[in-house]
């Protein structure tokens, strides 16, 4: 069985959907404590042909906080969100497609930030016409008390991984050799070079899967979920 377990991130990048597609099962990263100015509560579209970081605000957020302990804050946030997705995006050839999506997400009324990027994550891939099994919250595991890699073996363990999946960066984190003695393989997910039409400005990588959705087909964008190497 293939495993993959990774925080919850909003509108994630391509490699982020590779990773979930790869695997039998999905673990959402939530019981470890919440990252300021990372990317669970933010990322990067297109505006005016750079690159333009938007932030989902949260109520009283904090590093001493878990992931699943975050709210959305009561401030309204959305309508200037989904103005900035058609001032931006109006003339991207997949906008009447997509930015129904981008609303229904948008206006979910789940305050949890956890569930609501559990939810978003479900619906992209809905869209997309393609299951995925996740396990909504890693604090099933009663792995509180683990850190790092012992608490991402440990979940290998209860879910009997034969591999587990990891994205590029955490090469210097995880070591394939204590995976092993678990009976666990491990490998790495490389994004391959996606490159696709931004209007006519210059390409602009790994921007959030909005600015993908809105550039390609659906057939163009599963398509593009294979585009990886295994190390």
């Known amino acids: 069985m293939k495993l993959a377990i990774m925080q919850p991130y909003l509108f994630p990048y391509i490699g982020y959907f590779q990773l979930i597609n790869a695997v039998d099962k999905f673990v959402l990263l939530d019981d470890v404590n919440f990252i300021n100015r990372g990317w669970i509560n933010r990322n990067r579209i297109l505006v005016n042909g750079r690159e333009y970081l938007f932030t989902v605000p ?121 995976f092993l003695q678990e009976n666990t393989m491990l490998f790495f997910l490389k994004t391959k070079e996606i490159k696709y039409t931004q209007f006519n400005s210059n390409f602009i990588p790994w921007l959030s899967i909005i600015d993908l959705l809105m550039f390609n087909s659906k057939q163009t964008v599963v398509g593009f979920l294979d585009q990886y190497n295994l190390i």
Request: net charge positive; aromatic share 10%; hydrophobic share 35%.
């Open 58 to 178: 949260i109520k009283k957020a904090s590093q001493n906080k878990l992931i699943l302990e975050c709210e959305l804050s009561d401030e309204l946030w959305q309508n200037k969100f989904l103005k900035t997705i058609e001032m931006h995006y109006k003339k991207a050839p997949y906008y009447n497609d997509v930015y129904p999506l981008i609303a229904e997400i948008v206006n979910n009324n789940q305050k949890n930030l956890s569930l609501f990027i559990l939810s978003h994550i479900q619906k992209i891939f809905k869209f997309l016409n393609l299951k995925i099994n996740v396990i909504p919250t890693s604090s099933v595991y009663k792995t509180l008390d683990l850190k790092a890699q012992e608490k991402i073996i440990e979940i290998c363990k209860i879910e009997k991984a034969t591999e587990y999946i990891n994205p590029i960066g955490g090469t210097e984190l995880y070591d394939k050799n204590r």
